[in-house]
């Protein structure tokens, strides 16, 4: 194979504070659980799992002027992340709590400074980077409204420039919020749109996951539908499937393990990986990142 080239990631710096909780949420009472605070957003954690497979990668976001914010780039830069992270003055980098029970997750989110990035600030940051092959978009910058130009000019500038680009959905509420007609539109051949099993039924209904790939891929070059414990499956216009089974592992946390599946998936058919030995270091990563609490690479 062939190396990978320098992967642009644009998209959400967060603060996560991940409760694994000991069993079921109890309503207006008490749950135990173990917490921990550390550094999240599905950009950011994506970038870091590609900076850990020693691949050169650029993060492009924004932080509050703030503590959190400044530790939110400092723990990057020790990861090998280049940080094009934007600090807004008056506003606080975003803050997700996130609840993890079994292999589920439920996420509270203040979006914060990840709102206020700029198509100007993304335009700049790309001409930093001239050594770019390829650009990753988190979907929820486009899924927010304040940030939607951003990701939109992300996508047209990484298109002028020559680099392929791959966008993840991010997330199926505000998916739906914002409706898959509007969401596909804005995606348009993109070379690679990742989808969970949710996201995948609000962009292409309740059908079986090959026929969402292929639904999707009159969108999207290249589909692949991550299904967690059942594995995942690629399609592109081609007609080419694969079908990755997916590996059994003691779940710890889910948290970023969608993130770590993306960052396989990226180096490894950046670097010429055929479809299914990309899926194969996809769910590689992704079985690594349910071992342990967190959304990132342990150091």
């Avoid at 009472?29 to 550094?39: L, Y």
């Avoid at 298109?159 to 998916?175: F, I, Q, Y």
Wanted: with cysteine; proline share 3%.
């Amino acid at each position: 194979m062939s190396r990978t080239p320098r992967i642009v990631v644009v998209g959400d710096v967060i603060t996560d504070v991940v409760a694994v909780l000991s069993g079921p949420l109890v309503s207006g009472s008490d749950t135990g659980a173990e917490i921990r605070f550390s550094g999240g957003g599905q950009a950011a954690n994506t970038a870091a799992w590609i900076a850990a497979q020693g691949v050169a990668v650029t993060l492009v976001g924004a932080v509050g002027d703030d503590d959190a914010g400044r530790d939110r780039v400092a723990e990057l830069d020790r990861a090998g992340v280049d940080c094009a992270v934007d600090r807004v003055p008056g506003a606080s980098t975003g803050t997700v709590i996130v609840l993890a029970v079994d292999d589920e997750r439920t996420m509270v989110s203040q979006r914060g400074a990840n709102l206020r990035l700029t198509a100007e600030h993304v335009e700049r940051a790309l001409a930093g980077a001239p050594d770019a092959g390829h650009l990753h978009l988190s979907a929820y910058t486009l899924l927010d409204a304040g940030s939607r130009s951003a990701g939109l000019r992300a996508l047209a500038a990484a298109r002028e420039r020559g680099l392929t680009t791959s966008v993840d959905a991010a997330s199926a509420a505000p998916l739906r919020r914002v409706g898959a007609a509007a969401f596909l539109t804005w995606v348009r051949d993109v070379d690679l749109l990742l989808v969970n099993a949710d996201e995948a039924t609000v962009l292409a209904g309740g059908l079986d996951p090959a026929a969402q790939g292929r639904v999707l891929s009159a969108s999207a070059r290249r589909v692949v539908v991550k299904r967690g414990a059942a594995g995942a499956v690629w399609v592109d216009r081609s007609a080419t499937l694969s079908v990755a089974p997916a590996r059994r592992v003691a779940v710890v946390d889910v948290t970023g393990a969608g993130d770590a599946f993306a960052a396989g998936l990226l180096t490894a058919w950046l670097a010429g990986a055929e479809p299914r030995a990309a899926l194969d270091r996809a769910g590689d990563l992704g079985a690594l990142a349910v071992c342990t609490i967190g959304a990132r690479p342990t150091p």
